[in-house]
Every structure is written in structure tokens, then in C-alpha cells.
């Protein structure tokens, strides 16, 4: 199969950047987690996500995350709740005609944080060495510690 990432930023030879389902490569800043008990793979972005800066909560429906995605609207439903209660109403106004950049920034900054944390949590763990490492560098994993 041709690699539909060479030549792009072609700097992994040796092919270090492992291989995803059925062989196909994986971009540089892909993770892959599994569950060791079901088996179940997820692959995603680690970093900023842009889906979720230009389509606010599309990703999390796309990927079935229904924790995260109730947990989002939680948040926006309850800070919308506080701002009517605490600003004026000219306030108010000049408050949502920011909203759309600020909830963006917000979720595109978090979500795959967020959507990582939640697996680990259900059991998942790095598939290999180069996601662990990813995943270690941009602090979404840590090692858990050895029982002694």
C-alpha cells in the first residue's frame, strides 16, 4: 500500500512512526490505546483539536464519547446559568458575542486531553512505545506507579 504520508515532512525512514489497523501508517501525533481486557483500539490526535475548535461537539459525537460530551455541555450549561445571574445585561450581550472564540479556544485546547484521560480511566493503555511516548510528552499519560 502507498504511504500517503511520504514525502510530507519525511523524516521517519525507518517507518518509527508504527503502524495503525491493517497496516496503514499513522501520522506523527496519533496515539494508539487499547483495552488489554475487551481488545477495543482508539486512535486520536494528541494536541489541539481543530474539529472540535470549528465544529463544537461534533467530534465527541463522532466518536460515541457521550461522558465528555455531557460533561461539556454540564460546563457551558452551568457557566451560562452563573453569567445571567452575575452580568447586566449590556454585559451579557458583549459576553455572548465573544463566546463562540472563547468556547473554541476552550474545547479545541481540551477535548483530547479530556477524551484520552476518560479512556485511561476505563482501562485503556498505550498500544506501543511510540504513543506511550507521545502521550508521556504531552502529559496526557503517566506511568502508574509499581506496586513494591
Known sequence: MQDPFKGFND???????????????????????????????RIAKVGFSWTMFFFPPFPTIFRADWYNLLCIMGIELGSAM????????????????????????????????MYFKHLFSRGFVPADVRSRDLLGRAHYWSQPKSKD
Open 11 to 41: 523524516d521517519d525512514q525507518n517507518n518509527q512512526n508504527g503502524n495503525g489497523p491493517q497496516g496503514l501508517p499513522l501520522p506523527p501525533n496519533y496515539a494508539t490505546v487499547v483495552n488489554p481486557e475487551t481488545g477495543n483500539m
Open 82 to 113: 452563573l453569567l445571567t445571574m452575575v452580568l447586566t445585561p449590556t454585559q451579557l450581550t458583549q459576553f455572548i458575542a465573544l463566546w463562540p472564540v472563547v468556547r473554541s479556544v476552550l474545547w479545541g485546547s481540551l477535548y483530547n486531553l
